[in-house]
T-cell receptor, first 117, second 116 residues
C-alpha cells in the first residue's frame, strides 16, 4: 500500500528565504507526482505535475524534482513571499494500485508554510 | 473560465435529513471524484467516476452515494447523514488520457458540512 509522507509538517520562514518541502513515497512504481497548494478554507490548486519519466518541472519561482529510485520529491520555492503562505500537498499516482482500472492517487498530509514579513 | 463548482459551500443539517452536494465541471473532463478532508487524516477519497454511468468506491464510501448521469455533473448524496460525516468535502476532475494517466487534477472550492 502506497504511503506518502511530507516533512516537515509545518515550516515558518522569514520573507526572502529559499526553502525546500519534502515528499516521500514508499512504492516507487508511480506514474506521476503532483504538488498542490491549499489556502485556508479553499480548494486545492495544482502547482506542478511531474511525470515518472521526468526529473523536474519548473513554474516561476517553483521547482519540483522527482527521484523515483529513492522515493522522494522536493518542492523548491525561491525568494519566498508572504503570499506563499499556505498548505502544500503532494500526491503520488500509481495506475496499478487500488484494484481498479483507474489506479490510485495517494495524498500526503501536507506541509503548512508560513512566510512572515 | 475553467472551473469545478460545488454547492452548497456551507451547510448545517441534522442527523438523518437527506442532502445532496452538487458538483459541476465545465472542462469536459471524464474523471471526477469526491474527497473528504479531516484534521489529522488528510484527504480521503469517497467515490470516483471514470465516465458517464461509471462509478466506483474510494477508500471511505460508507454512508454516501453518487451518480453520473451527465458528464459535467457528479452529485454526492448523503441519504441519512450522521455527525461523523461532518467534514470538508471536495470535488475534483481531470482528463483521463489513453494511458490511464490522471493528468492534472482540478478541485472545487470545497463544501463545509456540519451534521448535528
Amino acid at each position: 500500500k502506497q504511503e506518502v509522507t511530507q516533512i516537515p509538517a509545518a515550516l515558518s520562514v522569514p520573507e526572502g528565504e529559499n526553502l525546500v518541502l519534502n515528499c516521500s513515497f514508499t512504492d516507487s512504481a508511480i506514474y506521476n507526482l503532483q504538488w498542490f497548494r491549499q489556502d485556508p478554507g479553499k480548494g486545492l490548486t495544482s502547482l506542478l505535475l511531474i511525470q515518472s519519466s521526468q526529473r523536474e518541472q519548473t513554474s516561476g519561482r517553483l521547482n519540483a524534482s522527482l527521484d523515483k529510485s529513492s522515493g522522494r520529491s522536493t518542492l523548491y520555492i525561491a525568494a519566498s513571499q508572504p503570499g506563499d503562505s499556505a498548505t502544500y500537498l503532494c500526491a503520488a499516482y500509481d495506475p496499478y494500485a487500488g484494484g481498479t482500472s483507474y489506479g490510485k492517487l495517494t495524498f500526503g498530509q501536507g506541509t503548512i508554510l508560513t512566510v512572515h514579513p | 473560465e475553467a472551473q469545478v463548482t460545488q454547492n452548497p459551500r456551507y451547510l448545517i443539517t441534522v442527523t438523518g435529513k437527506k442532502l445532496t452536494v452538487t458538483c459541476s465541471q465545465n472542462m469536459n473532463h471524464e474523471y471526477m471524484s469526491w474527497y473528504r478532508q479531516d484534521p489529522g487524516l488528510g484527504l480521503r477519497q469517497i467515490y470516483y467516476s471514470m465516465n458517464v454511468e461509471v462509478t466506483d468506491k474510494g477508500d471511505v464510501p460508507e454512508g454516501y452515494k453518487v451518480s453520473r448521469k451527465e458528464k459535467r455533473n457528479f452529485p454526492l448524496i448523503l441519504e441519512s447523514p450522521s455527525p461523523n460525516q461532518t467534514s470538508l468535502y471536495f470535488c475534483a476532475s481531470s482528463f483521463r488520457l489513453a494511458t490511464s494517466n490522471t493528468g492534472e487534477l482540478f478541485f472545487g472550492e470545497g463544501s463545509r458540512l456540519t451534521v448535528l
